[in-house]
């Protein structure tokens, strides 16, 4: 079947600008990750949503990051006033409920320029 | 603040040659991941440990895990080129949503 998806492949904006970063989880997952992975570097995570509420949202480095989900099944993080230490590839990744095992989308590479 | 530990960061070995990498974490957990990495791509999941002693092998990769060490190993068994790739380890805490991934172990493996 699918896999997770997401789009764009690759975004390259102008600092300051607002992006969007979309993921399309696998149909029927209801848990959903976002995970930002700098290089040379582990992922770290971001925000986990279930269903369509934000059940940890403690990664959000600060409030120019927000993500939304809100039919369960899509998500877009959001990212605002865009600064060049938010360069990095996002992954995204769902899994079929809480506490199941997360399978990861290729990613969205974000370059500020 | 979970945290997880690999080691060696960087490995070159030659084609044929066993070695081992670690993981170390820093809190409880009875569940830990082994993903593949490879330049430019998603991370493809290898293994996933569940218990404590648990032990997993698929072709010339094996994995381990320790719970009361804290400790997970993936052992390579006459690599190949193929397996030329960055792997990590990551480790679901208390909250048991999140995971918290080791810095990578970028492998090379030479002809």
């Known amino acids: 079947g699918a896999g997770v998806s997401q789009t764009p492949s690759n975004k390259v904006t102008e600092k300051g600008k607002y992006v969007e970063l979309r993921c399309d989880p696998i149909s029927g997952h209801t848990a959903l990750y976002w995970y930002r992975q700098s290089l040379g570097q582990g992922p770290e995570f971001l925000i986990y949503f ?15 990051f927000f993500a939304v989900r809100p039919e369960g099944s899509v998500s877009t993080l959001k990212i605002q006033r865009t600064e060049r230490g938010d360069s990095a590839v996002y992954l995204c990744a769902s ?3 809480y506490n199941y095992e997360q399978y990861f989308g290729p990613g969205t590479r974000l370059t500020v320029t | 603040e979970l945290k997880v530990e690999q080691n060696p960061l960087f490995l070159s070995m030659q084609e044929g040659k066993n070695y081992t990498i670690y993981c170390n974490y820093s809190t409880t957990s009875d569940r830990l991941y082994w993903y ?8 493809e999941s290898l293994f996933v440990l569940l218990s404590n002693g648990a032990v997993k092998q698929e072709g ?10 804290r400790l ?24 048991g949503s999140r995971l918290t991934f080791g810095e990578g172990t970028q492998l090379t493996v030479n002809p």
């Open chain 2, 60 to 69: 010339r990769l094996m994995a381990s895990l320790d719970t009361k060490a």
């Open chain 1, 50 to 64: 279930q269903g369509t509420g934000a059940a940890d949202d403690s990664g959000l480095p600060n409030d120019r």
């Open chain 2, 72 to 95: 997970s190993t993936l052992h390579i068994t006459a690599a190949v080129h193929d397996l030329s790739a960055t792997y990590f380890c990551a480790v679901d805490g208390t909250s």
């Open chain 1, 95 to 97: 899994s079929r409920d």
């Open chain 2, 36 to 43: 593949r990495q490879d330049p430019g791509k998603s991370l």
